[in-house]
């Protein structure tokens, strides 16, 4: 007998007999959803646009916030952010319809991001107010790796596409894509030495733009 079978042996032994009953189970799970206002942690905001912006600039996302009306705004700001990090006028821009029909003169657009991309912009699929993360799946017009390549990440999310919770999504989202991201905050760990470090996965700097309506 293998050092293994001896541990997971005196598990077992520890839990003495069990039977899983499939219909208990299902009871149980269903019971969880019958009130959720009472499993769910409160938003602390009432609307959850604003829990969700207040979540995004918090010390436990860290990341930054810009709000625009409308879309046609967005190359304004992402102009005044470039000029702002002292960063050169090029940017990768998600191959997404709304934002390419955008005026994005005096900047250099990239098809996709680079090993050394500085910026890039995408356009979320949702945002989540309870995290204050951002939803992104993958497809025809949007490259996952625009979200993990660059320096600095600019995602832009419409007010009308957060949701309170995460399962609120999970709810609308459809037919499941190849790949799903979600995004909380810049990348960072603390596995070096315990020192907490940025950028050390994907991007340093996350900088999302909320917009407060689908259409200029």
């Known amino acids: 007998m293998t050092m293994r079978e001896r541990i997971l042996g005196a598990v077992r032994a520890a839990l003495g007999p069990t039977s899983a009953d499939p219909a208990a189970i299902a009871t149980e799970a269903a019971a969880l959803l019958e009130a959720p206002a009472a499993i769910r942690p409160a938003l602390g905001l009432a609307d959850p646009v604003a829990a969700f912006a207040a979540r995004v600039v918090s010390p436990k996302v860290g ?14 700001v992402v102009r005044r952010y470039l000029a702002t990090h002292a960063l050169p006028p090029t940017l990768a821009l998600q191959a997404d319809p709304a934002l390419r029909a955008l005026d994005w003169s005096g900047v250099t657009l990239r098809e996709a991001a680079g090993s050394d991309e500085a910026v890039a912009l995408g356009l979320a699929d949702a945002g989540i107010a309870e995290t204050g993360s951002l939803v992104f799946r993958s497809g025809s017009t949007t490259a996952v790796l625009d979200h993990f390549l660059p320096l600095h990440h ?63």
């Open 63 to 76: 990341a930054t916030l810009d709000q625009i009306g409308t879309m046609a705004e967005l190359p304004g």
């Open 154 to 216: 600019l995602a832009a999310v419409k007010a009308e596409s957060i949701v309170p919770y995460l399962e609120d999504f999970a709810a609308i989202a459809g037919k499941a894509p190849r790949n799903l991201n979600l995004i909380t905050g810049a990348s960072g760990t603390t596995d070096i030495e315990g020192s907490y470090v940025r950028g050390a996965h994907g991007p340093r700097f996350l900088h999302v733009i909320l917009i407060a309506a689908a259409a200029a």
